[in-house]
């Protein structure tokens, strides 16, 4: 069975589908992290995104697993971490438009879902990915809201940070990831939207498990 869990950056998604695949004991899987690695590889080979021949070079070298404890591997190393830093964040959403990435990741994560139940996360999941998914969530906060809470995360890891750059750049994305061309961040039609503003972590993950209890045991 397939949950897709989609909404904009910092919404409260990857943990909330971490904790609802811990629940469920489904694999949870992460489509951000997966452009977040593909975008590491291409500053690493200094990759020219205005070159196809050169996009397509790129995207054919990049072999990603996920292990059982969600840790990423491409090409044999570990990117876990270097996945989450600035300059990986900075060029994602120009790295993520582009049709070669979307096409090889999209299949990856169709394979990947092939024969396990999965708690899918990312943009395009319920529109794009999985469609017929039996279950699609559309997670949104406000956006103040969610540069508050990435403020939060960043500032115990990084300290220097100012809470006006990370709005901007929150929003920035934002226009990105919703304007793009291919399959833009989009609430599906049949997608129940959770509104995480004001609801804590443990609520949210609650609300999408008895959504899904009541439907899979029919008391809705
Ligand atoms: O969820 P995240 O912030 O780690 O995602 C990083 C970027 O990847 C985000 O800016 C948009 C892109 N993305 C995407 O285009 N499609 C997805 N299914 C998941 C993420």
Redesign the pocket.
Known sequence: MIIAIDGP?ASG??TTAKKVAEKLNYTHL????M??AVTLFFLDNQTVLSDPNQIQHSVDLIRLKFLQDQTLIMNDIDVSAEIRTGKVTDY??EV?ALKQVREKMVHLQREIAKFQDVVVE????GTH?FPKAKFKFFIIADVEKRAQRRFNEMKNKIGDINFKDVLLDLKE?DKK?ASRKI?PLKKAKDAIVIDTTSLTIDEQVDKIIDIVNNKIHNRS
């Open positions: 950056a998604k990857s992460d489509t951000g992290a452009y977040r994602v959403s993520s990312g943009r395009d999941i990915v994305r990831d399959s």
